[in-house]
């Protein structure tokens, strides 16, 4: 089960940092822009590690 929340998490935490972003440049709010980056980029990792779960097993 693990693999299914950490893609959930990854979707999710992806979807909020783009918004995130998109909120940061029309505001011009450089700080609000780089953390939707940042947590854009965690959700893709988050991502990976569901797939690597899924390809191991969730007992990783």
Known sequence: MGELVDKIK???NE??????QAVGKERR????????????????GQ??????KGALGDDI
């Open 47 to 52: 991502q990976f590690a569901g797939k690597v």
């Open 15 to 20: 979807a909020v940092g783009k918004a995130k």
């Open 29 to 44: 709010d450089e700080r609000l822009a780089d953390e939707g980056a940042a947590q854009e980029v965690k959700g893709k």
């Open 10 to 12: 990854g979707n999710v």
